[in-house]
Nanobody
């Protein structure tokens, strides 16, 4: 399984970014996997930001990103997305995509920096 994140970069506070996660090599249909976005800031543990268990499930979000971030997925394209709005400096981190069913696979991450 390959997981590749993209879309990170430098953005000013209040700005927006859309992260993408491309997944390939799955044994089962993409829709059967749980897709999650995590982030890790320097000196901190990796934390779960958002998760989507499937098209009929309600996504879950870390409290600090509720109302600002939206996780979505395109099951036909094996893609997941994280739309991040109203970004704050504390959102600065490397963002990782994880795909899981029985086992799990991670990407290498994409860095997001929120700064003036």
């Amino acid at each position: 399984v390959q997981v590749v994140e993209s879309g990170g970069g430098l953005v000013q506070p209040g700005g927006s970014l859309r992260l993408s996660c491309a997944v390939s090599g799955l044994q089962y249909p993409f829709s059967m996997y749980t897709l999650s976005w995590y982030r890790q800031s320097p000196g901190k543990e990796r934390e779960l930001v958002a998760s989507s268990s499937g098209p009929s499930s309600t996504p879950t979000y870390e409290e600090s990103v509720k109302g600002r971030f939206t996780i979505s997925r395109d099951n036909a394209k094996n893609m997941a997305y994280l739309q991040m709005n109203t970004l704050k400096p504390e959102d600065t981190a490397v963002y990782y995509c994880k795909v899981a069913r029985v086992g799990e696979s991670w990407g290498e991450g994409t860095p997001v920096t929120v700064s003036e």
